[in-house]
């Protein structure tokens, strides 16, 4: 998103946090990590610390993906190991329109999901992925790209079965974590 900051899902940030409370209380702060599909080795990014969790989430004891699972995250490392920043699409996507996840489950590879929006409101983006690719659990919080490459939503989470993704709209993101 630019000035060091990123979002991603509000469960992702409280999973994290439950994680790192074990040890006791203190400041949530992450190592980030950056890879590739090639078996180089992992590279340390730098650490990034939660900014704000969308107070308009409620985590279900399910996972169920739920409207407003955002949080915006700023990374600490150095600048020089970012990248250039997504680009925010202008406006929402519409139903119809074709959208991938481009995520990286578990550090393990690179996947890249294309789909087809089948129900887009305020609150949520569904679509119907293209069979033979899958948004692969852990990759909740990668970007939804439209076909021009600019962000359009947050991905929560798929149903494998039914060929389905969930994903947050980036201007409902914005509104609930502004930056």
């Not at 790192?20 to 590739?36: F, H, K, M, S, T």
């Not at 600048?79 to 680009?87: D, F, K, V, Y």
């Not at 852990?138 to 490459?149: D, F, I, Q, T, Y």
Request: glycine fraction near 12%.
């Amino acid at each position: 998103m630019g000035n060091r900051l990123f979002y991603t899902n509000a469960h992702v940030v409280l999973d994290q946090q439950r994680i790192q409370r074990e040890d006791g209380p203190g400041y949530n702060q992450w190592i980030l990590v950056g890879a590739d599909d090639f078996d180089n080795p992992v590279v340390s990014l730098g650490t990034a610390d939660e900014q704000c969790v969308d107070k308009r989430y409620k985590p279900t004891p399910w996972n169920e993906p739920e409207p407003h699972d955002v949080a915006l995250v700023r990374f600490t490392g150095p600048e020089s190991r970012l990248g250039a920043p997504l680009p925010i699409s202008p406006v929402p996507i519409k139903s119809g329109e074709r959208a991938r996840v481009i995520g990286f489950p578990g550090g393990a590879v690179l996947i890249e999901a294309w789909g087809t929006d089948t129900d887009v409101n305020a609150e949520r983006i569904l679509m119907t992925r293209d069979s033979g690719t899958a948004a692969l659990p852990g990759s909740s919080g990668s970007p939804l790209l439209n076909a021009r490459g600019e962000t359009v939503g947050i991905h929560q989470g798929g149903n494998v079965g039914r060929l389905l993704m969930q994903a947050v709209p980036i201007h409902t993101a914005l509104a609930g974590c502004p930056i």
